[in-house]
Nanobody, 117 residues
Framework: QVQLVESGGGLVQPGGSLTLSCAASGLIFSGSINAMGWFRQGPGNQRELVARISNIGTTSYAPSVKGRFTIFRNNAGNTVYLQMNNLKPEDTFVYYC?????????WGKGTLVTVSS
């Protein structure tokens, strides 16, 4: 029932910016805002945490993106964004949205970000 739909990926030149969005539907009401995060994965690599925002709004970032990326959500807690600035070729991955709802982890299908000149 829970669905996560990512959008905003695409081709961008080094130094450019993109904003990823993840809209969730069918979330089970639990009386609190869900924790949300963005992960990324390339061929042959493990999925790694990029950014996370907790149920109380605490944010954390991977060292490789800190200072360049910003995670934020809407007030209802059903949409999470990732503002990506000063993109580098090393940021080329499939990016996945993750939401913890009622103790269960849900994932989007991913959106590809390609950084190339």
């Amino acid at each position: 029932q829970v669905q996560l739909v990512e959008s905003g990926g695409g081709l961008v030149q080094p130094g450019g910016s993109l904003t990823l969005s993840c809209a969730a539907s069918g979330l089970i009401f639990s009386g609190s805002i869900n924790a949300m995060g963005w992960f990324r994965q390339g061929p042959g690599n493990q999925r790694e945490l990029v950014a996370r925002i907790s149920n109380i709004g605490t944010t954390s970032y991977a060292p490789s993106v800190k200072g360049r990326f910003t995670i934020f959500r809407n007030n209802a807690g059903n949409t999470v964004y990732l503002q990506m600035n000063n993109l580098k070729p090393e940021d080329t991955f499939v990016y996945y949205c993750n939401i913890q709802n009622s103790g269960v982890n849900y994932w989007g299908k991913g959106t590809l970000v390609t950084v190339s000149s």
